[in-house]
Each structure stands twice: as C-alpha cells, then as structure tokens.
C-alpha cells in the first residue's frame, strides 16, 4: 500500500471520527455493548453468501466465454478485486483489471483482453439491478420523505449518468459500428492526455473494447445465461440490502426493510464518487445522517453503522489483502491509489506480457 493510499485512508477515517465524536463516543460504544453477537454473526455469513453468488455469476459469465474455471479458484480472485475496490478512488472499479490479470495468470490459455472482457461484462450486469433499485430510492424520496430538492435532484443527475453508460455499453453490442465510434472517441481523449507511449493503451482499449462486444453479445444470445445472470444481481443487491438490516436488528433497531434499502442504495451512490478510497467515511456519514433522519436513534445508527462497515469493508479488504501475496507481488506493485482503472489496467498488461 503506497503513501498516498494511507494518507487518503487516514483522511477517510477522520471524517468518521469526527462524525462519531459529534453522535458522542461514549454513545456509540454503549449502543455497541447491547448488539446481539447472533445476528450479527448471521450478517457475516450473509456476505460471504453475496460474495459466493459475485464468484457463481462471473463463473457463469468466464464459462459462456469457454473459459471453464471452477468457483474455489475464482472465490479468491473475487475477493482479492474487492480488496482492490476498496484501497483505489476508482469509482470502486480498481480492482476489476486486478482479477482480470490474476486470472489471465492463472492460466496461459486466457489472455488478459479476454479475462477483461468477462470482467466488465460482470460489472455492468451488477450495474443494472443498481439503476432500478437507485430510481425506485429516488422515487420513494420524493413521495415519502421531506428531501432536498437538490439532493433528489443530483441523485436523478447520478443514475441519469448511470443509465447512459449502461445504454451505450449495449448498444455497443448491438451495433459494433457504433462501438468503433466509440473506441474511436476513447482513443481521441487517450492521444490527447498521453502524448507519449500512447499506441500500447490504444491497443488496449480496442482488444477490451473488442472482447466485452463477443462477450456481451454470447450472453444476449444465450438466454438463460442471461436471466441467470440478471437475477443474480438482483439476489446479490437483495442480499446487501438484508446485511444492513439484520446488522439493526442486532441493536434492537424497529427499522422497515425498505428504509434500510433506500438509505444503502443512497450510499452506494456517494461511494461511487472516486475520491476516497471506498467511500470510507463519506459512505458512513450519509448512513449515520439518513438512518438518524429516519428515526433510528444517533447512537444506533454510527454504532450498526460502524459494525456494517466493518462486515462489508473493512472483512474483504482485509482477507483480501491477505490473499493477494498467493498471486504473487507483481499484481500489488502495480496498484497504487492514484492510478485511474486505466493506468492500473496498463500496468497489469504489460505485466502479463513479460
């Protein structure tokens, strides 16, 4: 972990800190002494389940691709990209080429464009139930909740945005025209922020840009690849969401299911924004202020708050981290926090050539 990874790190636990020292420390620590350690052990089995369902649906995606590789390889993988996700200010995307290259590593008859290609591929169907959960949040705001108008309105701006990058990525698919276009643009802005060297990127980007369209349009056609996939993403945003609300039950929180949804899909967004490696500490401020202005008391929500971080961010970074030595150290010495998930891919590649 490079310097500025631990300095931004060390910035997102502060703002946390003193959102806590605001609820009162002394609070939250007896908020925490009544949680029942059952159901929170029940949360944490709860999320080793999503990150078995995460491993099924990239299984089933590498298999369509005719790369058969078996969940107990790729449960790692997983966990190690989730790892990545976390340390990185990549819109949580960092850690996807990381598993592309681990995998690709793995074995010799998997390029790297390919692995990418199921990568992305994975990403963009966790991408879809997320749009139709955020605009179901955003619709229950604005009839049920006494919201900013501006909040509401950068929420509808953010899945907005959300919903033109999942558009574009189909109809890429559809129309491989309009994917050249695409490509074409992409490599515009490349010449244009990389004078130099920029031809190994250019070559990057079309082999990517090429295997997610071979990829996306197997599982199009496959139709029950495809319906098991996309209720997979349902399952697995389902089951993040059941998390957090067995992680209230275990302070004794009477929360509604459908709060516990709309507050985490909320979250989801801010944690998008890549500027904390993440979304640690602005991630739980939005949690510890919605949850408060829903009627669960201050202390409860940084104390459930806290241990619900502590389960989905703070659990797989560290197993992840863990992991990451198996695979060797060329994989961690070319990840660093300021490396966009383009500079980060780059360096996978070229490693994965040597």
């Not at 507050?263 to 408060?292: H, K, N, Q, T």
């Amino acid at each position: 972990m490079d310097r500025k990874t631990i300095i931004l790190l060390g910035i997102s636990l502060l703002i946390l800190a003193v959102m806590l020292w605001f609820v009162g420390i002394d609070n939250v620590i007896n908020a925490l002494k009544i949680a029942n350690i059952y159901i929170i052990a029940l949360a944490v089995v709860t999320q080793l389940i999503t990150y078995v369902l995460y491993t099924l649906r990239w299984q089933i995606l590498n298999n369509l691709a005719d790369m058969n590789v078996g969940i107990k390889k790729l449960f790692p993988m997983v966990l190690v990209g989730l790892a990545v996700n976390n340390i990185t200010p990549s819109g949580r995307g960092g850690g996807e080429p990381v598993r592309a290259y681990i995998l690709s590593q793995d074995n010799d008859k998997y390029r790297f464009e390919e692995t990418f290609a199921t990568v992305v591929a994975d990403r963009a169907l966790d991408t879809f139930p997320f749009v139709v959960l955020a605009a179901v949040t955003i619709a229950s705001m604005a009839l049920f909740f006494d919201f900013p108008i501006w909040l509401i309105a950068v929420m509808i701006v953010a899945v907005i945005g959300i919903v033109a990058v999942l558009v574009i990525l189909i109809y890429m698919c559809i129309n491989p025209s309009f994917g050249g276009r695409v490509e074409g643009w992409i490599i515009g802005l490349v010449r244009r922020f990389y004078k130099k060297n920029s031809e190994k990127l250019e070559a990057q980007i079309h082999d990517a840009i090429f295997g997610f369209q071979d990829t996306m349009k197997i599982l199009i056609s496959n139709k029950k690849g495809l319906v098991l996939t996309i209720s997979l993403s349902f399952i697995i945003w389902i089951s993040e969401i059941v998390r957090v609300y067995l992680v209230f039950l275990a302070f004794g929180a009477n929360v509604n299911l459908i709060v516990i949804g709309e507050v985490f899909i909320l979250a989801c967004l801010v944690g998008m924004i890549p500027l904390l490696p993440g979304g640690i500490g602005a991630i739980d401020s939005v949690m510890i202020v919605f949850y408060s202005a829903a009627g669960i008391s201050a202390s409860v929500s940084a104390a459930a708050t806290v241990v619900e971080r502590l389960i989905s961010y703070w659990m797989p970074t560290i197993i992840g981290m863990v992991i990451l030595p198996y695979f060797g150290s060329s994989v961690l010495d070319k990840i660093s926090f300021g490396s966009s998930d383009e500079e980060i891919e780059e360096s996978l590649k070229e490693e994965s050539e040597k």
